[in-house]
C-alpha cells in the first residue's frame, strides 16, 4: 500500500497559519497549559488552520492506514447497491462516527496535555496494550470476511436484533474505527494545524479536529448522497462474496503490520507471544461455529489452553524493552543515523555543524514509506555527506516526553516530522511526504 503514499501532493503549510506557528515556536511548550490561559487566535489565523486542518483530512484517505477501514466501507456500499436511503444515512453515521471521535480523541489529548502528560497525536499506539488490542480485533475482523464465522451466528439474539433496526450503528462504528486506525498518519497539511491546535483554547482546538474529522469522511458522505457513483457499482451477485473475501487481506495485512509495531515496542518475544494469541484467538472463534458436543468440548480446551498460555507468556505483550541500537556495520545506511537527544543538537551546534532530524516512529506507515524511499536514496545521502550534514533520529515509538516538547516547539503534535537545521539559522521544517527535490533544496540552502 506504500507507494500510495507518494501519490498524495506535497503541501506546504498555509502561510497565515506557518506566521502563527512562527510566532508561537519561542513558547510552544508554554501553550500547551491550560485553556483559560491561552488567549484565542485572529479570525483570519483560525480560518487558515481550519483550511489546513480540513485539507489534512480530506489527504488523509490516501494515507495507507487508512485503506483496511475504506475497504469496509466499499463493500457495505456494493451491499446497499440501489437503496438511496440506506447510502445517504450510511453516510451521515459514519461521519458522526468520524468526527464525534476525533473531537474526543482530540479532546483527551489537549485534556492530558492540559495535565502535564507529554502527549501528541497518535498517542494511543504508543501502548502496547492498545496495539494488542487492534491486532486482535483485525483479526477477527479479517476472520469475518473470509468467512470463518459471522456475527449473527455467535452474538446474542438480542444483539442481532438490536443490529437489524439499526443497521446505521454499523456505519457509525466503522466511522469510530477509522479514526482510531488512521490517527497515526499525519498527511500533509495536517501535521501544521495539529500542532497549531495544541496551543488554541479547548473551543478553537476542538474545531480543529472537527474539521479534520469532516476532511476525512467527506468523500463517503458525498458518495452517499450523489447517485452517479451509487452506478458505477455493478448489481449485488456472487462477485459481492469475492470481493469480501478479498477485502480480508488488507485486515490480515494490518495485523502483521500491527505485529511489527509491537516487536519495535517490547521485542521479538512480544511479537512472538502476540502472534501466538492471535493463533488461538482464531482456533477459539473457529471452535465456536462447530454444532453439538464438539463445539463445547473443543472451544473450553482451547479456551483453557489460551488461559494458561496467558497467564505464562502474556506479560511479553506488554513488557516494553530498550529501543535496539542502530545499526553500526561500515558502509550500511542505518551506520550513519544517531540517536537524536537535545544534548546531542546542541554538541552539533556548538561545533558548527548543520543537523537533519527524522522524527519518527514505528507506527507510521508514512514515516516507514520516506524512510524506505527518499531516505534510503544513495544520491541524496551523498548530498548530505557533501554538506557534512549529521543525521539524527528521533524515535516516537514508545512515549518520551522529551520529544514530545521538541515537536511542539516545531508546532507539530505528531510524526513525521524532518527538520534541517544550520547554526545561526531558523530550522526548516520539511513536508511530511518527503520528496528527494524538496531535501535537495533544502540542502542547497544551507
Known amino acids: 500500500s506504500w507507494p500510495a503514499a507518494a501519490a498524495a501532493p506535497a503541501a506546504q503549510v498555509l502561510p497565515a497559519l506557518q506566521a502563527a506557528l512562527a510566532a508561537n515556536a519561542a513558547d510552544a511548550v508554554k501553550t500547551a497549559a491550560a485553556s483559560n490561559e491561552i488567549a484565542p487566535q485572529p479570525m483570519g489565523t483560525l480560518l487558515a488552520a481550519l483550511l489546513g486542518a480540513f485539507l489534512?483530512?480530506?489527504?488523509?484517505?490516501?494515507?495507507?492506514?487508512?485503506?483496511?477501514?475504506?475497504?469496509?466501507?466499499?463493500?457495505?456500499f456494493a451491499r446497499q447497491a440501489g437503496n438511496r436511503s440506506a447510502h445517504r444515512q450510511a453516510g451521515l453515521a459514519y461521519t458522526a462516527g468520524v468526527m464525534l471521535s476525533f473531537l474526543a480523541l482530540g479532546g483527551a489529548m489537549l485534556a492530558l496535555r492540559a495535565a502535564g502528560a507529554g502527549l501528541g497525536w497518535?498517542?494511543?499506539?504508543?501502548?502496547?496494550?492498545?496495539?494488542?488490542?487492534?491486532?486482535?480485533?483485525?483479526?477477527?475482523?479479517?476472520?469475518?470476511?473470509?468467512?470463518?464465522?459471522?456475527?449473527?451466528?455467535?452474538?446474542?439474539?438480542?444483539?442481532?436484533?438490536?443490529?437489524?433496526?439499526?443497521?446505521?450503528?454499523?456505519?457509525f462504528l466503522s466511522g469510530v474505527l477509522a479514526v482510531v486506525i488512521a490517527s497515526p498518519c499525519t498527511?500533509?497539511?495536517?501535521?501544521?494545524?495539529?500542532?497549531?491546535?495544541?496551543?488554541?483554547?479547548?473551543?478553537?482546538?476542538?474545531?480543529?479536529?472537527?474539521?479534520?474529522?469532516?476532511?476525512?469522511?467527506?468523500?463517503?458522505?458525498?458518495?452517499?448522497?450523489?447517485?452517479?457513483?451509487?452506478?458505477?457499482?455493478?448489481?449485488?451477485g456472487p462477485w459481492m462474496s469475492t470481493l469480501r473475501k478479498l477485502l480480508a487481506f488488507p485486515m490480515f495485512a494490518t495485523v502483521a503490520w500491527l505485529v511489527w509495531v509491537l516487536g519495535q515496542q517490547t521485542g521479538i518475544d512480544g511479537a512472538g507471544t502476540l502472534l501466538a494469541l492471535l493463533v488461538c484467538l482464531s482456533a477459539i472463534v473457529w471452535a465456536l461455529t462447530l454444532r453439538g458436543r464438539s463445539r463445547l468440548v473443543i472451544a473450553t480446551v482451547l479456551i483453557g489452553f489460551t488461559v494458561v498460555l496467558t497467564s505464562a507468556i502474556g506479560r511479553n505483550v506488554l513488557t516494553t524493552v530498550e529501543p535496539a541500537k542502530l545499526a553500526s556495520a561500515a558502509g550500511s545506511k542505518e551506520a550513519r543515523w544517531q540517536p537524536w537527544s537535545a544534548e546531542r543538537v546542541a554538541e552539533l551546534a556548538s561545533d558548527g555543524?548543520?543537523?537533519?532530524?527524522?522524527?519518527?516512529?514505528a507506527w507510521c506507515v508514512t514515516c516507514q514509506y520516506n524512510k524506505k524511499t527518499t531516505l534510503s536514496d544513495t544520491e541524496l545521502l551523498a548530498a548530505f555527506d557533501d554538506k557534512k550534514v549529521a543525521m539524527l533520529r528521533a524515535d516516537w515509538t514508545r512515549r518520551d516526553p522529551a520529544i514530545t516538547a521538541a515537536l511542539t516547539a516545531l508546532g507539530r503534535s505528531g510524526v513525521p516530522v524532518y527538520v534541517l537545521q544550520a547554526p545561526g539559522k531558523p530550522p526548516v521544517v520539511l513536508t511530511e511526504i518527503l520528496g528527494k527535490d524538496e531535501v535537495r533544496a533544502a540542502l542547497a540552502a544551507l
Not at 57 to 67: A, E, K, T
Not at 353 to 361: C, G, N, Q, W
Open 56 to 76: 489534512g483530512g480530506l489527504l488523509l484517505n490516501l494515507m495507507p492506514c487508512v485503506f483496511p477501514i475504506l475497504a469496509i466501507k466499499v463493500l457495505g
Open 122 to 171: 497518535g498517542f494511543q499506539l504508543q501502548s502496547p496494550a492498545v496495539v494488542a488490542v487492534l491486532a486482535a480485533l483485525f483479526t477477527l475482523i479479517g476472520l469475518n470476511l473470509v468467512g470463518v464465522f459471522e456475527f449473527m451466528r455467535t452474538v446474542p439474539s438480542s444483539v442481532c436484533s438490536a443490529q437489524a433496526k439499526h443497521p446505521i450503528a454499523n456505519d
Open 187 to 236: 498527511a500533509p497539511f495536517m501535521g501544521a494545524s495539529l500542532g497549531f491546535a495544541i496551543g488554541l483554547p479547548a473551543g478553537q482546538a476542538l474545531l480543529l479536529f472537527a474539521a479534520l474529522g469532516f476532511g476525512l469522511a467527506l468523500p463517503y458522505l458525498v458518495a452517499g448522497f450523489v447517485p452517479a457513483i451509487a452506478w458505477l457499482l455493478p448489481k449485488p
Open 353 to 361: 555543524r548543520p543537523v537533519f532530524i527524522d522524527f519518527t516512529a
